[in-house]
């Protein structure tokens, strides 16, 4: 196999590996939402039902450090534009996506 042959044959595979992505896996959903406020504050006029919310930072996989209790990594932390705060956590399945393990994902 020639060198073109297998960067080539490389190429495919990844795009088909990409093909596969959906927006709420992890890495994806990372690349996706990252900086990227207009996204964010789409999904969250649609969630909220609030046409006017205007997000100005939205920042992704954001780690909490608390010493006394358990961590948090959170999927999603957006500010709007009054200074309220968004964690928005992605969850793939019902199953075990309740309020309690949003609070410890």
Excluded at 72 to 83: H, K, P, Y
């Amino acid at each position: 196999m020639t060198e073109t042959e297998i960067i080539d044959r490389k190429h495919q595979e990844d795009l088909q590996r990409i093909r596969g992505f959906r927006l709420l896996d992890d890495d994806f959903l990372t690349k996706c939402f990252d900086r990227k406020t207009d996204c964010m504050e789409l999904v969250l006029q649609i969630v909220l039902e609030n046409p006017d919310l205007q997000v100005v930072d939205v920042r992704t996989q954001v780690f909490v450090e608390n010493l006394l209790n358990r961590s948090v990594r959170l999927d999603v932390l957006a500010t709007d534009s009054a200074g309220r705060k968004f964690n928005v956590e992605i969850q793939r399945a019902d199953k075990g996506a309740g309020r309690k393990r949003a609070r410890y994902n």
